[in-house]
């Protein structure tokens, strides 16, 4: 029997082939457009008839973003933040998810319908609340106060991935590893906990970007003084106007850190991401 593609196949693969490019261009893009304007010079970045292809490359623009304003210190809170809501983000996140997929407890249920509720409110409507809240607990201008703003954003899809990760590990591998000794928390730990790598990894990689990426709240709840990278890009518009090459400059050296990111976890991300919606 010949396994030779057919014309219809080939012109369908043809055809994804094709819709994958075209969505590859539209995502792209963007990207490729901030690359281009850091790099030109800033005159051409105003220019009202602007070319697609660079018309010419200068780190001048790299060089007025350091000066234009405070650097270094936006992109340090900003890595406190991120790394702060990752570290508590999964160390609660996993243990919550933990008890509600391995443990029967009364109101399991309801706790479930309110992790998914709480990620299906827009987080514009939360603005004032938690700028009321925080202002009570003495919170507003504080990392902390962000922190752990951005902690209640992201742990309903920590604890909810986590959750469907911990499902497919089967328990009789911690029951067995009891049998052989190891207690509860060792059965986790040796077993369990190795199986959910991928996973830790992929949402890792989310709640950093989320806090990372994270403008409008940052923007609320700190002053100037304790800005972070996001808001940090404000400095660019003034009232004579904006400085867009050097604004792109600045956006594309506060990519660097995820790009560079998602690029040593990639491999672990794209398992977790698969893995995760795969009943075992």
């Known amino acids: 029997m010949s396994t030779a593609a057919t014309p219809g196949h080939r012109k369908s693969k043809a055809g994804w082939n094709l819709l994958g490019l075209l969505v590859f261009v539209i995502a792209g893009f963007p990207v490729y457009w901030m690359l281009n304007t850091a790099f030109k010079p800033a005159k051409d970045a105003i220019d009202p008839d602007p070319s697609l292809l660079p018309t010419g490359v200068t780190l001048s623009n790299f060089s007025r973003a350091l000066d234009i304003a405070d650097f270094w210190g936006p992109v340090g809170r900003s890595l406190i933040v991120s790394l702060s ?17 391995r443990f029967a407890f009364r109101g399991r249920k309801i706790v479930i319908v309110g992790i998914l509720a709480v990620q299906m409110i827009p987080l514009v409507a939360m603005i004032i609340p938690v700028f009321l809240l925080l202002n009570d607990l003495d919170q507003y201008d504080k990392l902390s106060g962000l922190i752990i703003t951005y902690l209640t954003f992201i742990l309903p899809f920590t604890v909810w991935t986590l959750r469907g990760f911990i499902v497919n590990i089967p ?5 067995a590893a009891m049998v052989d000794g190891c207690s509860r928390t060792g059965a986790f730990v040796r077993v369990v906990f190795p199986l959910l790598a991928p996973g830790l990894v992929a949402t890792s990689v989310y709640g950093f970007i989320q806090a990372w990426n994270e403008y409008l709240y940052a923007l609320m709840l700190l002053s100037q003084d304790h800005q972070t990278a996001t808001v940090w890009l404000a400095n660019f518009t ?11 400059a600045g956006a594309t050296m506060l990519a660097v850190p995820i790009v560079v990111l998602f690029l040593l976890v990639q491999r672990k991300m794209a398992a977790g991401l698969t893995a995760g919606a795969v009943k075992g």
């Open 85 to 101: 809501v990752v570290v508590i983000g999964m160390v609660v996140g996993l243990l919550a998810a933990l008890a509600i997929s």
């Open 171 to 175: 328990k009789e591998l911690e029951e």
């Open 238 to 248: 003034t009232q004579h106007g904006t400085e867009y090459a050097p604004m792109m």
